[in-house]
């Protein structure tokens, strides 16, 4: 996971909920929350530029993201 892992790690543990996994971590993106299973099926690449990365907590059921971390990019 690199630098970037090293220190969302490190951001988790200060935060007390820590990763569920042990190392390595591999951040990611949630693409939906479901009940219902879905077949897998390819897609076309996805891209899109961005200026930061921030860590957040999902409120569940709440519809509110708290954010924890935030690392600015270098363009």
């Not at 996971?1 to 090293?6: S, W």
């Not at 935060?15 to 569920?20: E, F, S, V």
Request: proline letters at 9%; aromatic letters at 6%.
């Amino acid at each position: 996971a690199g630098q970037f892992g090293g220190e969302l790690a490190a951001a988790l543990g200060k935060t007390g909920i820590g990763p569920r996994k042990q190392p390595p971590y591999h951040p990611h993106i949630t693409l939906l929350y479901d009940e219902r299973q879905i077949e897998d099926e390819p897609v076309e690449a996805i891209g899109w530029m961005v200026s930061e990365i921030v860590l957040v907590r999902s409120l569940r059921g709440q519809g509110r993201h708290v954010p924890l971390a935030r690392w600015p990019l270098r363009g």
